[in-house]
């Protein structure tokens, strides 16, 4: 049987035993409804597992026993950064799990002309903490020790305008290039995706503006969430892990 991995911020080999954070606990004692003796692996974002038993169970808290910290790499040697147009529903949601599960390095959600969410700053603030628990549940469940960056909205323009010395791309079905064609090598991309309706021509325009490669991804019209799951495979196929 697999054993559990939990995330909790900040470990260290000579803690000991150490309490759960709240939904730490609440996943363990009363999802899991794991029980004292059994072991965990926990993480800290530091690029490492720590190997744990739990000590202890009870209706709020579980103490855990830590033992050893061992380095564990599972990091993409390709640094992607994500610019996504925020979607509806659950299809965001499924967006960030999914990039994260692939390797993204960080996620930037992106307000455009044709975004239909429409949120005031305090219902956002409340978005990043729901998709910020969503990051750390995938890295959970692919392995990952270390936490993608959620960042907080940004402008469309605001974030084009950004220079890190990342390649550029924005996925355009008439561009004259694909993924596999672009030069070698690359260890950077920031990649962006729109939303349902598509960039306007206004936008599509100003990426130009600010050195965005336009590349193709194949005949089909994909879904933005489809786009987006396409292009990483793509990139880390080419680039990156994938084999």
């Known amino acids: 049987m697999r054993i559990p991995r939990i995330y909790h911020p900040e470990l260290l080999p000579s803690q000991g035993c150490i309490q759960l954070d709240e939904d730490a606990a609440h996943h363990v ?4 409804r794991m029980q004292a003796g059994q072991e965990l692996s926990l ?3 530091s690029n490492a597992e720590f190997s744990a038993t739990i000590t202890d169970v009870s209706k ?14 599972l990091e993409s040697p390709l640094d992607i950064h994500l610019g996504q147009v925020i979607s509806r529903g659950d299809k965001m949601e ?8 692939l390797g993204v390095n960080t996620i930037t959600p992106l307000i455009s002309e044709r975004c239909g969410v429409k949120l005031n700053a305090e219902r956002f603030e ?8 969503i990051v750390i549940s995938a890295c959970e469940q692919c392995g990952r020790n270390t936490i993608p960056v959620i960042r907080p909205v940004m402008k469309l323009e605001d974030w084009c305008a950004e ?3 990342s390649l550029k791309l924005n996925l355009h079905p008439r561009a004259k290039y694909s993924i596999n064609t672009l030069p070698e090598p690359v260890e950077k991309v920031r ?3 729109g939303p349902e309706g598509g960039l306007s021509a206004e936008e599509i325009q100003m990426t130009g503006q600010y050195h965005f490669d336009e ?11 489809t786009t987006a799951m396409t292009a990483i495979t793509a990139l880390q196929v080419r680039f990156g892990d994938l084999g």
């Open 163 to 165: 220079e890190d010395g």
């Open 126 to 133: 409340k978005k990043l903490a729901q998709w910020q628990k």
């Open 191 to 193: 990649l962006l995706i």
């Open 43 to 45: 993480f800290d974002g």
């Open 60 to 73: 709020k808290n579980v103490t855990v026993e830590i033992h050893d910290r061992q380095e564990k790499n």
């Open 94 to 101: 499924f967006t960030i799990q999914k990039s994260v599960e």
């Open 215 to 225: 590349v193709l991804l194949g005949p089909r019209v994909l879904r933005t969430e």
């Open 29 to 32: 004692g009363r999802v899991m």
